[in-house]
């Protein structure tokens, strides 16, 4: 079976400055996908970005990034120059070549201005 | 482009009662998943339905079932209901089922038992 652990239940991190959101899964399978979705306060969950297992080039999308570490099974989200916006539940999310995810518990991050 | 819609957004029901919840996804997104989210369990998967058929199921009671059009809009169905129904239901649509398709979700509805 697969899991996907997220070990910080809440975060925080000052306006401007850098946060890095930790998750682990645990799979036997070799090709797979992982995610971090964003769900703000009573809003839709949305995606943020997205990375291939199969790809050593660790994912960016402008202030967002992962250190993913196929070996490890770690795929954490890196938030630079954080904002007010970024306050959110984050959910890092697992799939195999079938549509069924697999998400892990979330992280409340908060952003103090 | 319409997003994914769920209706209806709020619902209040009594233990023992049957509910149906809705999930409309984007046009031409042919795969539908559900999922139950808790505050202690984060979200967990039902089910997930791809041109009208049930591709993949979570691992909950036989209470919980759904069936899609053929317009690929999904219902989903909870009998008998139980205080522990009460949750989040998301819908979340994809353009196919497998490879790397994002989910698109939508707003949820809020089921509370009573």
């Known amino acids: 079976a697969q899991t996907v652990t997220q070990s910080q239940p809440e975060m925080s991190v000052q306006e401007a400055e850098t946060v890095t959101l930790s998750c682990t899964y645990d799979?036997?399978?070799?090709?797979?996908?992982l995610f971090w979705y964003k769900q703000p306060p009573s809003r839709q969950m949305i995606l943020v970005i997205r990375?291939?297992?199969?790809?050593?080039q660790n994912a960016t999308e402008n202030r967002f990034s992962v250190n993913f570490q196929k070996a490890a099974k770690s795929f954490s989200l890196k938030i630079s120059d954080s904002q007010l916006g970024d306050t959110a539940m984050y959910f890092c999310?697992?799939?195999?070549?079938?549509?069924?995810?697999?998400f892990g518990t979330g992280t409340s991050l908060t952003v103090i201005p | 482009k319409a997003g994914v819609t769920q209706t209806p957004r709020y619902l209040i029901k009594t233990r023992g009662q049957q509910v149906t919840l809705s999930c409309s996804p984007i046009?031409?997104?042919?795969?539908v998943s559900w999922y139950q989210q808790t505050p202690g369990q984060g979200l967990q998967f039902l089910f997930e339905?791809?041109?009208?058929?049930?591709?993949n199921k979570g691992n909950f009671p036989g209470r919980f079932s759904g069936r899609q059009f053929s317009n690929s809009r999904s219902e989903m169905n909870v009998s008998t209901l139980e205080l522990g129904d009460s949750a989040l239901y998301l819908c979340?649509?994809?353009?196919?089922?497998?490879?790397?398709?994002?989910?698109?979700f939508g707003p949820g509805t809020r089921l509370t038992v009573t």
């Open positions: 990375q291939e297992a199969y790809k050593q």
């Open positions: 799979t036997s399978e070799s090709n797979y996908y």
């Open positions: 339905y791809f041109s009208e058929t049930q591709r």
């Open positions: 979340a649509s994809s353009f196919s089922s497998g490879g790397d398709y994002e989910q698109y």
């Open positions: 046009s031409g997104h042919r795969s």
């Open positions: 999310a697992f799939k195999r070549t079938g549509n069924q995810f697999y």
